[in-house]
C-alpha cells in the first residue's frame, strides 16, 4: 500500500526566503505526482503535475522535482510572499490505482 | 466551464438524520471521488468511480452511499448521520487514468452532526 509523507509538517519563514517542501513516497511505480495549496476554509488547488517519465515541472517561482528511485519530490519556492501562505498536499498516483494517494501536507506561514 | 461544484456549502444535522452531498462536474471526467478531511487526519477516500454505473470503496466507506447514473453527477449519501461524520467533504473528478491527467476538486461542503 502507497504511504505519502511530508516533512515538515508547519514551517513559518519570512518573506523573500526560498523554501523546499518535501514528500516522500514508499512505492516508485508510479503514474504521477502532484501537487496542490489549499488555503483556509477553501478547495485544493492543481499547482503542478510530474508525470512518471519527467524530472521536474515548473510554474513561475513554483519548481517541482521528481526522484522515483528514491521515493522523493520537492516543491521549491522561490522568493516567498505572505500570499503564499497556505497548507502544501502531494499526491501520488500508483500503477494499478485509480485514484492518488495523499500526504497530511504542509502547513506554510510566510509572514512579512 | 463551472469545473466540479458541490452543495450545499454548509450543514447541519442532527444525529440519525440522512441526506445527500451533491457533486457535479462539467468536464466529462470518467473517475470521480469523495473525500473527508479532518484534522491532523488528511483527507481519506470514502467512495471512487471510474465511470457511470461503476462505483468502488475507499478508505472510510461505512455510514455512506454513493451512486454514478450519470457521467455528470456523483451523490454522497448518509444514511443515518452520527457525530463522528462531522468533517469537510470534498468531491474530485479527474479525466481518467492518464498519467497527465490533473485531479480537480470542488470547494467542499462542511457538515456538523449534533
Known amino acids: 500500500k502507497q504511504e505519502v509523507t511530508q516533512i515538515p509538517a508547519a514551517l513559518s519563514v519570512p518573506e523573500g526566503e526560498n523554501l523546499v517542501l518535501n514528500c516522500s513516497f514508499t512505492d516508485s511505480a508510479i503514474y504521477n505526482l502532484q501537487w496542490f495549496r489549499q488555503d483556509p476554509g477553501k478547495g485544493l488547488t492543481s499547482l503542478l503535475l510530474?508525470?512518471?517519465?519527467?524530472r521536474e515541472q515548473t510554474s513561475g517561482r513554483l519548481n517541482a522535482s521528481l526522484d522515483k528511485s528514491s521515493g522523493r519530490s520537492t516543491l521549491y519556492i522561490a522568493a516567498s510572499q505572505p500570499g503564499d501562505s497556505a497548507t502544501y498536499l502531494c499526491a501520488v498516483l500508483t500503477g494499478g490505482s485509480y485514484i492518488p494517494t495523499f500526504g497530511r501536507g504542509t502547513s506554510l506561514i510566510v509572514h512579512p | 466551464n463551472a469545473g466540479v461544484t458541490q452543495t450545499p456549502k454548509f450543514q447541519v444535522l442532527k444525529t440519525g438524520q440522512s441526506m445527500t452531498l451533491q457533486c457535479a462536474q462539467d468536464m466529462n471526467h470518467e473517475y470521480m471521488s469523495w473525500y473527508r478531511q479532518d484534522p491532523g487526519m488528511g483527507l481519506r477516500l470514502i467512495h471512487y468511480s471510474v465511470g457511470a454505473g461503476i462505483t468502488d470503496q475507499g478508505e472510510v466507506p461505512n455510514g455512506y452511499n454513493v451512486s454514478r447514473s450519470t457521467t455528470e453527477d456523483f451523490p454522497l449519501r448518509l444514511l443515518s448521520a452520527a457525530p463522528s461524520q462531522t468533517s469537510v467533504y470534498f468531491c474530485?473528478?479527474?479525466?481518467?487514468?492518464?498519467?497527465?491527467?490533473?485531479?480537480?476538486f470542488g470547494p467542499g461542503t462542511r457538515l456538523t452532526v449534533l
Open positions: 474530485a473528478s479527474r479525466e481518467r487514468g492518464g498519467v497527465a491527467d490533473t485531479q480537480y
Open positions: 510530474i508525470q512518471s517519465s519527467q
